[in-house]
């Protein structure tokens, strides 16, 4: 199975923590770090330093949603704080749903969010 990871992330998020964090929880889901194909975010972190060495360090594809396209996806437990801070109730979830079946659910660090899917194939 090819996974991807949905990343959210605020700017006070360093690489490590994100990774930490997708480790965690690809082992909460007894998943392999090996199968992660896809790190994606917001079309709005594009350029960010930080998802860079994260999809590095698995060895993915670092891509990018639209904001449109996140606000498109119905999420079951939408994040007030998100919507009031970026005007999206989700993006970890929503960008895991832009390309596949969501396996885990969000998970969340002091200053990051993922969740985990299987890709479509």
Same mark, same amino acid.
């Given at each position: 199975?090819?996974?991807? #990871?949905? #990343?959210?992330?605020?700017? /006070?998020?360093?690489?490590?923590?994100? #990774?930490?964090? %997708?480790?965690?929880?690809?082992?909460?889901a007894g998943l392999d770090a090996?199968? =992660?194909? &896809? =790190?994606?975010?917001?079309?709005?972190?594009?350029?960010?330093?930080?998802?860079?060495? #994260?999809?590095?360090? *698995?060895?993915?594809?670092?891509? *990018?949603?639209?904001?449109?396209?996140?606000?498109? =996806?119905? &999420?079951?437990?939408?994040?007030?704080?998100?919507?009031?801070? %970026?005007?999206?109730?989700?993006?970890?979830?929503?960008?895991? /749903?832009? *390309?596949? /079946?969501? =396996?885990l659910g969000k998970r969340k660090?002091?200053?990051?969010?993922?969740? &985990?899917g299987s890709i479509a194939p």
């Amino acid at each position: 199975m090819r996974l991807v #990871v949905g #990343v959210g992330l605020n700017s /006070r998020a360093e690489a490590s923590e994100v #990774v930490r964090l %997708i480790a965690t929880s690809l082992e909460e889901a007894g998943l392999d770090a090996g199968a =992660v194909a &896809i =790190v994606a975010s917001s079309e709005r972190k594009a350029g960010s330093p930080v998802l860079d060495a #994260v999809a590095g360090h *698995f060895g993915a594809e670092l891509r *990018f949603v639209a904001d449109a396209d996140l606000r498109a =996806v119905e &999420i079951e437990e939408p994040s007030q704080l998100a919507l009031a801070s %970026i005007g999206l109730e989700s993006v970890a979830e929503a960008a895991v /749903r832009s *390309f596949g /079946r969501l =396996v885990l659910g969000k998970r969340k660090s002091a200053n990051a969010t993922c969740a &985990i899917g299987s890709i479509a194939p």
